[in-house]
């Protein structure tokens, strides 16, 4: 029905007396001659026939659809000129070099030539794509919904994949276990003062999965409005932690990694490395029924000695809008370079998918089944950690 | 929702409208193209007449803020039979007086409502806004209709749209027959729409927040059009947010405008705007620089959903449309 109307609407069937009224542009738009160059005359004179002496008030009678009209009879008219313009420019080239020949001098050839490649640039066309190609450097011009922007993360890549390859060196155990199609939520660890966990988790989905699939991390309040980092966080498609954007994107079958951890995981101190936290109340064990997705046990080990936190300053970290400040041995002892994370061995782990498809929405209320569930999977994740850390020999060469 | 059958029938009959608010933007398009609807009586209740008035409108000169006026606006509403109130009279941008700008949007709302529990009326439609629901850090990424409103309470200009909302609402609860509609439309940009936005990205430098890239969204100003008409037309109670297809980060939203923007830390850019906007030269309070921060993205899936209703125009497309004309105005070709 609505549609039907829509379609109406801008046809503008009904009424016969009154859509000249409505077609008519020149009743409300005041179009002023302006001095451009030679070409703009067509443009003016156009518009100037259509003048008609008009009222002031009238301004407010032009409805948006008869702007849009005349705004696209001009814009035409405009994109028309600027592809005259170079043509014109060429031709014009043509003349000077065929009356160059004729007069038979060439002594200003050179300059001639330098001064045609100057004058060149000034073409509109030209100047137009060279400025917008420095401004849309590693720009694109649409985003997913999630503002995740294609040409900003291939740009962005390299980065990830030097520190997937040559830094952590990261091995992946069990990739296998991720579906190559629609939705799973991933449950993994959190751990390091500065969490790049989940960036690497991406980046090894990405490189091992033969579907190439791409992950989206869900991220806390703090790092995700966190000057600068939150518009890095968001063009290579991180996404702010809560429920309605998980179930967003499980709902579009795409990967999630959560980590329930979240603040206590990368805070703890050095001493109680690899011991998980409290997994939160469960809030992914409820998306996960909610949504019907598979979770994925998911243990990354490397992280916690590529930045080994011994103490932390809360009010320092205030100032920046973190939560706390995070003491290593080297920062901020070494200033800026002992944030530095260092070049451990990373393992990334990921355990076999636990079936959420017999829970119901109905179940959620469930808040004894949900903490029971919650528990199995933390300990699962526990399970793989210490697999892969019996199967490590040395922190620094694996 | 009625049955189609139910709903021709309807069509048939000459329904009166009245709309208060008709030179603002949605109420000069939305009236102009009811008065040349053959289905709709136009009734338009406004403090100032209209430059056009097309022959079978009434226009009734009343000031919907004065004092015991909603006895008279429901005398009107009875004498005319009314069947339907579209409530446009609000501001498009904050103003510094702040008693106008509450006696204009919550008392003329009370005083509508008022009149308009006095007669059986069938549908009341009314424009708010996504900016009520405030830009928050604790934003989903898409707020649905069902999402609190919780803009901040120390602007006059949202603490009023929320107010308003809340006597709507209580409105529609104490009258289940009427259907009450509210529209809520996001940042509206286009060709000849006017706002605080607008003249914001009219500038050619543009004032941003050091470190901070939200997310937005632009919904044409046709598409707002045309779902209001759309609202009139069929029974659809609830809220329902307005929104263009896709986002685009602020930054990039410049870059496509190609306007300079020049990113202050959030405590100078706040005493700068703050300052500006005490001696007149903003139009916005400095509270705004949260729009600037933080996502306040609207979901658009229930007007899909509900009224089979999706913008035409996408963000992007939205954005182009706008800065096209804002060219040739900065050319003079248009006014």
Known sequence: ?398 | MPSGKQSRKQQKKTQKVVITGVNSFIGSNLSRRLANDPRYQLVIIDIKKPDFLEKGVKFYKIDITEPMIDGVIADILKKEAVDMVVHLAFLSSPIKNTTLSHELEVIGTLNMIHASSAIKLKKFILKSTTMAYGANATNPNFITEEHPLRADHGVAYLRDKMEVEHIVRRFSEKNPRTVVTVLRPCATLGPTIRNFLTSYLASPIILTILGFDPLYQFVHEEDVIDMFRVAVEGDYPGAFNIVGRGVLPFSTVLKLSGKIGIPAPYPIAYSIVSMMWSAGLLPVPPVFLNFLRYSWLADGAKAKKMMNFESRYTTKDTLESFMGTQRLRELRLVE
């Open chain 1, 1 to 398: 029905m609505p549609k039907e109307n829509t379609t109406m609407l801008s046809t503008g069937t009904k009424g016969a007396p009154r859509i000249k009224e409505i077609v008519a542009p020149d009743t409300a738009i005041t179009v002023r001659p302006v001095k451009l160059s030679p070409q703009t005359k067509k443009v003016r004179v156009i518009n100037l026939k259509k003048q008609r002496k008009t009222k002031p008030e009238q301004y407010a009678v032009a409805t948006s659809r008869e702007f849009s009209a005349l705004m696209k009879v001009i814009e035409d008219k405009f994109e028309e000129l600027s592809n005259n313009y170079d043509e014109k420019f060429k031709s014009l080239i043509g003349d000077i070099k065929k009356e160059r020949r004729s007069i038979g001098r060439d002594f200003l050839s050179g300059t001639a030539e330098k001064a045609r490649n100057f004058a060149s640039q000034f073409s509109t066309q030209r100047i137009k794509e060279q400025i917008s190609s420095i401004a849309m450097w590693a720009t694109s011009t649409e985003v997913d919904e999630f503002g995740l922007d294609p040409i900003f993360t291939a740009k962005a890549k390299p980065l990830f994949d030097f520190l997937h390859d040559k830094w952590w060196r990261v091995e992946t155990i069990g990739v296998n276990h991720i579906p190559s199609t629609g939705r799973a939520l991933l449950v993994s660890n959190h751990s390091g003062g500065i969490p790049v966990d989940g960036a690497m988790i991406v980046t090894s989905i990405f490189k091992s999965h033969p579907a190439q699939r791409f992950t989206r991390p869900l991220v806390e309040d703090f790092a995700y409005y966190m000057p600068f980092i939150n518009s890095f966080l968001t063009k290579t498609g991180s996404v702010r932690a809560s429920q309605e954007n998980a179930e967003r994107l499980l709902e579009r079958d795409q990967l999630v990694v959560v980590f329930p951890e979240g603040l206590k995981g990368i805070g703890k101190p050095f001493k109680y490395r690899y011991q998980l936290q409290r997994f939160g109340r469960g809030g992914y064990i409820k998306l996960a029924m909610r949504t019907r997705s598979p979770i994925v046990p998911v243990g990354v080990v490397g992280a916690e000695e590529a930045f080994p936190i011994i103490g932390r300053i809360d009010w320092l970290g205030k100032l920046v809008g973190a939560p706390y400040l995070p003491v290593t041995p080297f920062f901020p002892w070494l200033g800026p370079l002992g944030a530095i994370p260092l070049p451990t061995k990373w393992y990334i782990g990921y355990g076999e998918p636990v079936d959420m498809s017999k829970y119901g929405p109905d179940d959620v209320e469930d808040d004894i089944l949900i903490n029971r569930l919650s528990e199995t999977i933390r300990d699962q994740i526990q399970e793989i950690l210490k697999d892969l850390l019996k199967h490590r020999k040395s922190i620094f060469f694996g």
